[in-house]
């Protein structure tokens, strides 16, 4: 039942609609500042080594140097949550929104390799947040607070992934709303969503669905088993992301000035981008050109771009740059999928990256639903196709838990400090 007798929650329902609208018209101006930009200064390249432009080595360096000075003249700490962290306690600080957002702009303008869910769930959250405490008493309902905040967020993803329907399950799979509550929040966070859709889409023009376009799969019963193996090796893939990210942030916080690791992380960021330019910025559009090129990228070559954007993710999360990897895992999994095609090609590309694509952002962040969604929309996978995805997404994401249980029994410390999405910096 929807509390309706509850004042907070039937302000809630009259006030989705304008969150939607306003985090909607936030994405739009975010996503266009950002998308113009990286199309600009990183866009029109070719797709081998060094194909890209030397000058983005000073580029980035640049605004890692950029980076380093508005977070010490605005006092923004290096632990700053992830939108991931952020849904988890639903609830945006409004007072260092503004902040976070400018930050996050400045970073994915400059070629940071990261995504922009980080700042759709700030505005969104934000703005819902600071509704809020402008309705006197009903601030101090812990049920009134998540509620506009978690709305906030899926208005600002709603619109700026153009996904009315992905973003308000993301949010509630990530949430931690009460069983008692879920459907509730979920009504008004798909209004606030719809709403928010319809003026980025009535701007823009632009959807996600589709955004890949793969050869039609026909799915077979062997291919369930296939799923569960895509989905191991999709924690395979994490692994070695989680790996690198904890040597990479180790050598970071051995450098003390932070000018100094903004500057040469981000020039080591240009660095990997120019010598392999699909690993450029969040990796939405260059997922599409490798999708579209995969059968002239030779297997060393996707092997080279996968590891080298794990590491290009790793360095912005650790000198600096704020966005989210949302975009970014998707990009490690559908390059993971298409590298697993070329060395077994008798597995259908699209169940390939279709699986991939979902189980390792599946494998650490706990809304298999919406990723499952993200695969069908993206890549158009029909109903009955969807199977082996969601079982290599589960499969992904019990084998990671698993181990998590392990290492934390093994060691009595937290495990997730380098898994994208669980850091203090990332998404």
Known sequence: MIPLEESWYRRLLVFAPVIGVIAGAMAVLFMGITGTATEILFGGTGTGWWAGHWWWVPLTATGGLAIAILRKTWGVSRDVPGAIVLAHQAWVDPSKAFHWVAISTVSLVMGAS????????????GFGAWLITRLGSQASAADA??????????????GGYSAPLFAPVLVSELSPTSKENYVALFIAELFAATFGF???????????????????????IVDLLAGALLGAAAVLVLLLHTLLSKLINAAANSVANPYL??????????????ALPLTATAGSSQLG?????????GVGLLAAILIGKMIAIALSQSCGFLG??????????????LLVHALFPAIPIALCVGAMLAAVPGAFLNAPLALIMIAAGTIRLGP??????????VTAHI???VMRKYVSTESHSPTTDGIPGRNSTAE
């Open 261 to 274: 690791l903004g500057a040469g992380g981000g020039a080591l960021v240009g660095l990997i981008s120019f």
């Open 399 to 401: 084998l990671m838990s």
């Open 145 to 158: 607070r998540q509620g506009f905040a978690l709305t906030g967020m899926a208005g600002g993803m709603g």
């Open 324 to 337: 989210g990897v949302v975009f970014p895992a998707i990009f490690l999994g559908g390059t993971a999928g």
């Open 114 to 125: 990261l995504g922009p869910s980080f700042a759709l769930a700030v505005m969104g959250g």
């Open 289 to 297: 050109t490798a999708l579209e090129l995969s059968g002239d990228i």
């Open 384 to 393: 009955e196709a969807l199977l082996p995805v969601g079982i290599a997404v």
């Open 198 to 220: 319809v003026v980025y889409y009535g701007v823009t023009g632009s959807t996600m669905l589709g955004s890949y376009r793969l050869p039609e799969y026909r799915p077979q």
